[in-house]
């Protein structure tokens, strides 16, 4: 019997999230870019499967069902599918997430995300009939906790809050926010409160930002929580892509999005510093979002070993610090087998005439 979620954080435990699937798999040929859907759970089941089980392999604790942008209105405006209905979808992404976390310890949690039909009506009603039925495929297919994310008005993860919260079983939330706040103006700290409220037993930041950003509004949630006299588990799942401009829509008003964003991906050693600092904030669910790879979940089961007390199978490919560097026959290669090196090193992009920094699109 696997623990679940809230008895692993309550325990002070730190959970590994998994990394992106709907950018990795655009790159990989199975996820067409613009609206997003994920029904290559249904067409292409072996594609999703395995990127599942490289996150699992590189330590991840949770494999989130590929159901972003599943809703019924998102998929009916996408055209992206014509003979494959929402259910579908959602049982498809189910069954997928449970086979393979059943390869391993890992839990499955179903993901509901933002929907068309709250900017277009902001409905309450009609807003949560959406995730409500999203909700049953979960309950039917008997994943182990839910997730609202990917939300950028703290009043729409509300309601989905609401809505999840029907089923008794454990409900995080994570808006991809600012430091600024939310669309609607709301600041972290009072959105952070307003989901509690809720009912969400973990709250906190996902995707549109890196790490260095998505922690200075998890910190603004804590303090908000702290004020208001309320606990909660933190989560964060940021983008794999630096983007110091923090600016306030985030990665999407970028110049590079979302075709030309490999020059800002980071690198395991940054992701070993984001996961200690996320650690130091006092976050215990700590994963990743777009631009997240399996490796980059390795790095993070990697730096908090000593917190965990185990390595994830993938480090058995891969000495921690460089190590697996130092029976190199060139001493220049060989010279590179220790931490100091890749602590400090400052890469080069290799494109002489790029800024380092853009200015985001108003
Ligand atoms: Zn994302």
């Given at each position: 019997?696997?623990?679940?979620?809230?008895?692993?954080?309550?325990?002070?435990?730190?959970?590994?999230?998994?990394?992106?699937?709907?950018?990795?798999?655009?790159?990989?040929?199975?996820?067409?870019?613009?609206?997003?859907?994920?029904?290559?759970?249904?067409?292409?089941?072996?594609?999703?499967?395995?990127?599942?089980?490289?996150?699992?392999?590189?330590?991840?604790?949770?494999?989130?069902?590929?159901?972003?942008?599943?809703?019924?209105?998102?998929?009916?405006?996408?055209?992206?599918?014509?003979?494959?209905?929402?259910?579908?979808?959602?049982?498809?992404?189910?069954?997928?997430?449970?086979?393979?976390?059943?390869?391993?310890?890992?839990?499955?949690?179903?993901?509901?995300?933002?929907?068309?039909?709250?900017?277009?009506?902001?409905?309450?009603?009609?807003?949560?009939?959406?995730?409500?039925?999203?909700?049953?495929?979960?309950?039917?297919?008997?994943?182990?906790?839910?997730?609202?994310?990917?939300?950028?008005?703290?009043?729409?993860?509300?309601?989905?809050?609401?809505?999840?919260?029907?089923?008794?079983?454990?409900?995080?939330?994570?808006?991809?926010?600012?430091?600024?706040?939310?669309?609607?103006?709301?600041?972290?700290?009072?959105?952070?409160?307003?989901?509690?409220?809720?009912?969400?037993?973990?709250?906190?930041?996902?995707?549109?930002?890196?790490?260095?950003?998505?922690?200075?509004?998890?910190?603004?949630?804590?303090?908000?929580?702290?004020?208001?006299?309320?606990?909660?588990?933190?989560?964060?799942?940021?983008?794999?892509?630096?983007?110091?401009?923090?600016?306030?829509?985030?990665?999407?008003?970028?110049?590079?999005?979302?075709?030309?964003?490999?020059?800002?991906?980071?690198?395991?050693?940054?992701?070993?510093?984001?996961?200690?600092?996320?650690?130091?904030?006092?976050?215990r669910y700590i994963g990743g979002c777009c631009g997240?790879?399996?490796?980059?979940?390795?790095?993070?089961?990697?730096?908090?070993?000593?917190?965990?007390?185990?390595?994830?199978?993938?480090?058995?490919?891969?000495?921690?610090?460089?190590?697996?560097?130092?029976?190199?026959?060139?001493?220049?290669?060989?010279?590179?087998?220790?931490?100091?090196?890749?602590?400090?090193?400052?890469?080069?992009?290799?494109?002489?005439?790029?800024?380092?920094?853009?200015?985001?699109?108003?």
């Amino acid at each position: 019997m696997k623990r679940g979620i809230l008895e692993r954080l309550d325990a002070g435990e730190v959970v590994i999230g998994d990394g992106g699937y709907v950018l990795q798999l655009e790159r990989r040929g199975y996820v067409k870019a613009g609206h997003w859907t994920p029904e290559a759970v249904v067409e292409h089941p072996e594609a999703v499967r395995q990127l599942h089980r490289e996150f699992l392999r590189a330590g991840a604790d949770v494999l989130e069902t590929f159901t972003f942008y599943s809703s019924d209105d998102k998929l009916e405006i996408s055209g992206n599918v014509t003979n494959i209905t929402g259910e579908q979808i959602n049982e498809a992404a189910c069954d997928l997430a449970r086979e393979v976390a059943n390869e391993g310890n890992a839990l499955v949690a179903g993901s509901v995300s933002q929907t068309p039909c709250y900017v277009n009506s902001r409905n309450e009603e009609e807003v949560k009939a959406i995730f409500k039925k999203q909700l049953d495929v979960f309950m039917k297919k008997d994943i182990d906790f839910l997730i609202a994310e990917f939300f950028a008005h703290g009043e729409e993860a509300v309601w989905a809050v609401q809505v999840l919260k029907t089923s008794g079983k454990p409900v995080a939330a994570t808006l991809c926010i600012s430091p600024e706040g939310d669309l609607n103006g709301v600041s972290p700290g009072d959105c952070a409160v307003r989901l509690v409220q809720a009912g969400a037993q973990i709250v906190g930041v996902n995707c549109h930002l890196d790490p260095t950003c998505c922690l200075k509004t998890v910190k603004l949630m804590k303090k908000g929580l702290e004020e208001a006299h309320l606990k909660a588990h933190l989560m964060i799942q940021p983008l794999g892509f630096h983007t110091p401009e923090c600016n306030h829509r985030g990665y999407t008003s970028l110049p590079e999005y979302p075709f030309s964003l490999e020059s800002r991906a980071m690198n395991r050693w940054d992701m070993q510093k984001y996961a200690r600092e996320a650690y130091n904030a006092g976050i215990r669910y700590i994963g990743g979002c777009c631009g997240f790879e399996p490796y980059h979940i390795r790095a993070l089961a990697e730096e908090l070993e000593p917190e965990r007390g185990f390595l994830p199978p993938a480090s058995q490919k891969h000495g921690l610090w460089g190590s697996a560097l130092a029976t190199h026959h060139k001493p220049w290669v060989k010279a590179k087998s220790n931490r100091q090196y890749w602590e400090n090193l400052r890469p080069a992009s290799g494109r002489p005439l790029c800024p380092s920094m853009a200015t985001p699109e108003a």
